[in-house]
């Protein structure tokens, strides 16, 4: 498949672009591993529940980075591997996941933990800070740094 250079899309509908960014189900399985159960190895995403391919696997790992959704390091404890982690712009995907989740939950019978859904339901706005936060965490960072930055930003 043709690698899809950003700004290169079908359309400029917002949806369009989208689901040409992250609209397999592979790609949103791998965000959704990293964003919610914290995995970021490539051997993390390959065990998941999913059984993905490897070259599946390569393959979405290598257009969510170039699509700035992930960012790509050697693992200082192992040069050999590589650890994967959401930028700002993939964190950026939770209000999505979420809705996803919501919906899923509400019309099928999920694996989702109904606190879970509750949670996301009855305090979204909560959930969703709660992921930022263990996002800035995983980060080397905290919520306050993340505040100072949206503040010099204006």
Not at 6 to 16: A, K, L, Q
Not at 124 to 148: C, H, K, P
Request: with cysteine; aromatic share 6%; net charge negative.
């Amino acid at each position: 498949m043709k690698e899809k250079i950003p700004g290169e899309w079908r359309s400029g509908c917002p949806i369009n672009i989208l689901l040409e960014t992250i609209g397999d189900t592979w790609s949103l399985l791998i965000v959704r591993d990293m964003m919610f159960l914290g995995r970021k190895t490539y051997n993390e995403f390959l065990n998941a529940g999913e059984k993905i391919a490897t070259n599946i696997l390569s393959d979405r790992l290598q257009r969510l980075e170039s699509s700035g959704i992930v960012t790509k390091q050697r693992d200082p404890s192992d040069a050999r591997r590589h650890i994967y982690r959401l930028t700002e712009k993939g964190i950026d995907l939770a209000p999505v996941l979420i809705e996803m989740i919501v919906w899923a939950a509400r019309h099928e019978e999920t694996a989702a933990p109904p606190e879970i859904i509750r949670k996301m339901t009855e305090d979204r706005e909560g959930f969703i800070a709660s992921v930022r936060s263990q996002w800035l965490t995983m980060q080397g960072r905290n919520v306050s740094d993340s505040a100072i930055e949206a503040n010099t930003e204006d």
